[in-house]
């Protein structure tokens, strides 16, 4: 009997042991994260177009007051140039002609990228940029485009090609290649109407009718909607081209040894009426003006007779023009010759 006793004496006794250990608190400490605090909220804002001028540009944040160092510079790293702030949630810069930010004047444009790194009180660094894409803040600085010089024609000029195209050249600091165009046509210099709208070529063909004076200008516009207009030009139209084949002529028949006279007058933009066609019928010319060519498609006349002809412009200036002729009669070939018409 008295070992079971013992026995159950020594098993609470294990017990007990293990209850008291189950019963001791955990010391383990806690970690704790230490973290710098992140700036947000800039200003300007991402991507804006800000206005190139003498005034310092006022980069500002939301977020810690703490020493932080502010990066800028012209590429996406936007790593050019380091600044040490002690404290504060602005910095005061301006653009330099090299591209970077500093104290100087502000003289040129273009785009620019910063973030923020914040070193706390245990040398904790967090930034604003996310790797590795670093997604810089950005901005622009943005001038108006040059004001655009009209080229073609000249001001004042007399006998423009009512053929004939406007050109002009324009540039922007920072977005040379970019720009748009809008083009002002009319008649006086009041009544100039909108003819064009966001050209990107520094072309344009107007319709225009012959010996008429027109005013023109060119507005430039870059990306960013800064704009700057021409000064405005005059000009006075020429005659149309076809008009240099009009008028009294001689038509020449060598082979006949005859000549006799014909009255060109215009029929269209590319056509002209001939009155006296083989000295007998009125007849139609069509040229070609850029191919220096003309020709009067097969046409029947009166009492069984017709005729074609083919030929090319000898002189534009003078309207000079030689070709080959057929007449037919009843289907049969009566006359083969050379036309010269000579003004």
Request: glycine letters at 10%.
């Amino acid at each position: 009997m008295k070992n079971k006793y013992l026995i159950i004496v020594f098993l609470l006794g294990i017990s007990g042991m293990f209850t008291i250990q189950s019963c001791t608190k955990d010391e383990t400490p806690t970690p704790v994260v230490y973290k710098a605090d992140v700036p947000s909220t800039p200003t300007p804002a991402v991507g804006v177009a800000l206005t190139l001028g003498g005034t310092p540009y006022t980069l500002k944040w939301e977020g810690t007051t703490a020493a932080v160092d502010i990066h800028f510079g012209t590429t996406k790293a936007a790593s050019d140039t380091v600044y040490k702030l002690s404290g504060g949630k602005t910095f005061d810069l301006k653009v330099l002609p090299s591209g970077g930010f500093t104290k100087g004047k502000t003289t040129v444009g273009g785009q620019y990228f910063w973030y923020i790194q914040t070193v706390d009180a245990n040398g904790m660094v967090s930034s604003t940029i996310t790797e590795p894409a670093r997604d810089a803040y950005n901005f622009y600085i943005n001038s108006a485009p040059t004001a655009p010089v009209l080229t073609t024609p000249a001001d004042g000029s007399v006998g423009f090609s009512v053929a004939g195209a406007l050109t002009w050249t324009a540039t922007d600091a920072e977005d040379d290649g970019n720009l748009t165009y809008n083009v002002f046509f009319g008649k006086t210099d009041s009544t100039m109407a909108l003819v064009a709208n966001g050209l990107t070529d520094a072309t344009y063909k107007p319709t225009m009718v012959a010996s008429t004076k027109y005013f023109w200008r060119v507005v430039a516009t870059d990306p960013h909607n800064a704009s700057t207009s021409s000064a405005v030009h005059s000009f006075t139209s020429g005659l149309e081209p076809i008009m240099s084949f009009t008028g009294n002529y001689t038509a020449d028949e060598p082979a006949e040894a005859y000549n006799y006279p014909v009255v060109f007058t215009k029929k269209s933009a590319t056509a002209i009426n001939i009155d006296a066609w083989w000295n007998s019928w009125a007849a139609v010319f069509n040229l070609d003006l850029v191919a220096g060519t003309y020709t009067m498609p097969y046409t029947v006349f009166t009492s069984g007779y017709s005729g074609s002809e083919t030929g090319a412009i000898i002189n534009a200036a003078t309207g000079k023009m030689q070709g080959t002729y057929t007449v037919w009669k009843n289907g049969v070939i009566v006359e083969t010759g050379v036309h010269t018409y000579t003004r």
